[in-house]
Nanobody, 123 residues
Framework: QVQLAESGGGLVQAGGSLRLSCAASGRTFYTYNRGWFRQAPGKEREFVAAISRSGGSTYYSDSAKGRFTISRDNANNTVYLQMKSLKPEDTAVYYC????????????????WGQGTQVTVSS
């Protein structure tokens, strides 16, 4: 089992930046593919970004491309989401995910999920 804990959310003005972190604990001797998702009120959870085990491959949603950067520190079992030029429409609860299969992370079929961290962008 793997436990994921997100942090770093908060309130920020439009145009600002935030960095989210997701720390893994438990079965961390195995390096998982990781991803970030978000869910706004009244909307379905949507994919934001994913990163492969080594960090050599990343993938972004169209809304995240060019503004968000996913990265990881395998020594500390932590994945990050650096968000810049934030917009009010980025307001959501952000979740991290982990799975042994990269495709399952991208397709929101990951085996492990965190509890989420709230990001609110004011206009």
């Amino acid at each position: 089992q793997v436990q994921l804990a997100e942090s770093g959310g908060g309130l920020v003005q439009a145009g600002g930046s935030l960095r989210l972190s997701c720390a893994a604990s438990g079965r961390t001797f195995y390096t998982y593919n990781r991803g970030w998702f978000r869910q706004a009120p009244g909307k379905e959870r949507e994919f934001v970004a994913a990163i492969s085990r080594s960090g050599g491959s990343t993938y972004y949603s169209d809304s995240a491309k060019g503004r968000f950067t996913i990265s990881r520190d395998n020594a500390n079992n932590t994945v990050y989401l650096q968000m810049k030029s934030l917009k009010p429409e980025d307001t959501a609860v952000y979740y991290c995910a982990a799975d042994s299969r990269y495709d399952d992370v991208v397709r929101a079929r990951a085996a492990y999920w965190g509890q989420g961290t709230q990001v609110t962008v004011s206009s």
